[in-house]
């Protein structure tokens, strides 16, 4: 298991946030005992996330790449270092200083977890080059093409190097991004055609989801954030509607840009109505209505009828009960959600002055604390068959 090599800033779902995107800000927000006891891990995070960037570019599919590196923060030469906390593992992507992805790290490491950056996971059906970039498998904008997507769908992790990546992993939060290749729709689609939203990284996504295709099938627990529900819809053979806007407008329904600032300045914030107490949603917040979540994203799951998900979250957007969580019940803990808890944790423990307008801390920290939990849960139960 090692760890993938940060990449420039790039349009993710938050990573516009005005002078928020540098990496060594988020690093020292974290608790000065915390600091202390970790600060050979830190050293080492630290050079990888800020130092590695200036140092290397490259053009991959869509642009801002710069290849797959080796060496895994946090951990030493046989395996993650487990002495500063339960690992928590992130997915791999090109783009690891953005604002979304390294809130989610600040967010595990308040959680009292070690966040471990995978490494990307290849498809051995498919070409890259020296740079871990794909050979001859991406079409407009970067998007994976339909026959490169085929053969994920069709061989999914068999043939990857998935096992190698997740050696001694127990839990996986897959974060924000950028849009979803929509050649690896169970109904493929054609680009949505919004020029802001015309980047795509097809080498993040064949990793992204042959990892969630694992984890669902080895019963890994999952914190699956925005693009990251969206994964997880698309896996288990949700719809997409690929542009809210657009999709209103067929409907002939007025749309206010409720979940996405349309100048992609900040967040936006909405409440959400949790379904029922017996689902995984109610259980990890204890409550009915969240309050104020932070919102940023222009796609939504639009139907998960035939699949294994349930919907315990959704949002009125002018009569439109729009999707912001689902579940998977046939596994241990597997939970998506649309909005954003890693940002209300950074802006609480960051002292932010707009924190207050957007979800309370405790609510937040508790998406953490609860994959955690379940990543400890499994540990044990594998480590009780292995020892049968």
Not at 12 to 17: L, N, P, Q, S, V
Not at 22 to 42: G, P, Q
Not at 199 to 216: F, G, N, Q, W
Not at 218 to 231: E, F, K, S, T, Y
Request: glycine residues 10%; charged residues 25%.
């Amino acid at each position: 298991m090692r760890s993938g090599r940060p990449d420039s800033v790039g349009k993710t779902d938050g990573e516009k946030a005005a002078g928020q995107t540098a990496f060594s800000k988020v690093t020292f927000i974290y608790e000065e005992n915390l600091f202390m006891k970790r600060i050979k891990r830190f050293a080492i995070f630290l050079i990888t996330v800020c130092l590695l960037p200036a140092l290397l570019s490259a053009a991959g599919c869509a642009g801002g790449w710069t290849g797959v590196n080796t060496g895994n923060p946090g951990a030493e030469a046989d395996g993650p270092d487990k002495t500063g906390g339960p690992v928590v593992a992130l997915a791999w992507t090109n783009l690891q200083t953005t604002y979304s992805y390294t809130s989610t790290i600040a967010a595990i490491e308040d959680a009292g977890g070690t966040p471990v950056i995978l490494d990307m996971v290849r498809s051995y059906d498919l070409e890259y080059d020296d740079r871990g970039r794909l050979v001859n498998a991406c079409g407009e904008h970067g998007i994976l093409s339909p026959e490169a997507a085929k053969k994920v769908k069709i061989n999914t992790w068999q043939n990857s190097n998935i096992e190698e990546v997740m050696e001694g992993i127990n839990c996986v939060v897959f974060p924000g991004g950028v849009d979803l290749s929509p050649s690896l729709y169970y109904k493929e689609q054609d680009w949505h055609g919004v020029e802001s939203d015309n980047v795509y990284y097809a080498e993040r996504d064949v990793s992204d989801y042959i990892l969630m295709d694992y984890c669902l099938e080895n019963d890994i627990p999952v914190l699956a954030i925005c693009r990251g529900m969206q994964l997880l819809s698309v896996v288990s053979g949700a719809e997409i509607a690929q542009d809210i806007p657009t999709w209103f407008e067929e409907m002939g329904v007025a749309y206010n840009d409720e979940h996405r600032d349309p100048e992609l300045k900040d967040f936006t914030a909405h409440g959400v109505e949790v379904s029922g107490e017996d689902s995984l949603l109610y259980q990890v917040t204890g409550k009915r209505t969240l309050e104020n979540v932070p919102s940023w994203h222009h796609q939504t799951v639009s139907g998960v009828e035939g699949t294994r998900l349930i919907v315990t979250g959704t949002t009125d957007t002018n009569g439109v009960p729009i999707i912001e969580a689902v579940e998977r019940r046939d596994k241990r803990f597997c939970l998506g959600v649309q909005f954003h808890p890693e940002v209300s944790v950074r802006r609480n423990v960051d002292g932010s002055p707009d924190a207050a307008a957007l979800m309370d801390y405790d609510t937040a920290a508790a998406f953490f604390k609860a994959v955690i939990e379940a990543g400890q849960e499994y540990e044990e139960d594998r480590e009780l068959e292995n020892a049968a």
